[in-house]
């Protein structure tokens, strides 16, 4: 029904997280309604953003220069550092506007089912990071079992070191409700309670 | 926070309909994510679709030849057009495997708060189509009060040519609520109930 060219546009946006057929042709619509400036635009951020961007030397997050803001904000504690999985994580850290520490992106997290070894992992990196200045390594993989598996293994690691090692609270989440609550998630915020 | 470059194409990303930071942020992230080729495949397919479609010469539907698909089918009946706003229009009403005559797009709908006239729409183009073969024209224009306009604006020029006019009907949504309907709705569903 589509012009060949359409079909393939519309199959291209399929690309993006929950995108189906009936978004994507509604962003593909939206193209060929746009005029031709503005698609340039958007094709040139595209690209730009592919050119440019790269990962921090020192920590792994997105940055256009050698070091990230993070790393170069010299208000930041560098006595303390962050592990999280990807870049993205540390936009949702930051975006608590709580956490004044730095970051270390391992770029994934230890999984038998896809075969990801602690080897393929930046943990070589971080090691390489801890040295006495070090007061505390905060692990906040995710609270799967991969993010799990990985917390333990880096724990047992960065011991060795020496060094203060915490993982992230598990619980509730706010505005939650017990009842939507699956079991794993109820036996850590019980395990985790506080005296009020 | 971000980099200067993926900070714009966080706010390209919001032009598409729907999409909002959050949004527009996942879809960014994902462009960093992805390997240099498959952005390039979508840059390719952007830069394609613009200029590979163009409209229809007869009805205004996209196309990458000189007729489209539609116009170029033999099997259709030329003698039934039905009037629609925009190739997006076309596309739903194909979906639907009904229909089986040909299109005309108009390009919009006469409205005064935008400052559309009938004369910047597609109409003198519709009028030409119209000689003594045409059958029927539908007017599938929006329900909405410029669609309405713009379908009785046509309809007094049509029954000019001496042409059979109708229009799509107005009523109740399949799968709808009568006590989610609107007043306007549940008017046009009584007055075009039909015995049964």
Redesign the interface.
């Known amino acids: ?6 079909n ?2 519309i ?2 946006f399929k ?4 995108v189906g057929n009936k ?1 994507a ?10 005029d ?1 400036e ?2 340039s ?3 040139e ?6 050119e ?2 790269k990962t921090c030397t020192i920590c792994g997050n ?3 220069e050698e070091k ?2 993070i790393c170069s904000d010299k208000s930041r504690n560098e006595k303390l550092i962050c592990v999280v999985q990807s ?2 994580d540390i ?1 949702a850290m ?1 975006k608590t506007l709580e956490y004044k520490g730095v970051y270390h992106v391992i770029g994934g997290l230890i999984s038998q089912s896809k075969g990801i070894l602690p080897e393929d992992l930046k943990i070589k990196e971080l090691l390489e990071r801890i040295d006495q200045s070090i007061e505390e390594v905060i692990i906040a993989t995710n609270p799967t079992l991969e993010g799990e598996t990985t917390a333990l293994y880096l724990d047992k690691l960065l011991k060795e070191k020496n060094v203060l090692v915490t993982r992230i609270a598990h619980g509730l989440p706010m505005g939650g409700h017990l009842d939507y609550a699956d079991e794993l998630t109820l036996i850590k915020a019980l395990e985790g309670r506080k005296k009020m």
Chains 1, 2 share one sequence.
Not at 1 to 6: H, V
Not at 15 to 18: A, D, L, N, Q, S
Not at 25 to 34: P, S, T
């Open positions: 029904m589509y012009p060949e060219s359409l393939k546009l199959q291209s690309m993006f997280p929950g978004t042709e509604r962003y593909a619509l939206l193209i060929l309604e746009k031709e503005e698609v635009r958007f094709i951020a595209l690209k730009e953003s592919k440019k961007i997105y940055t256009e990230c803001l870049p993205k936009i930051e």
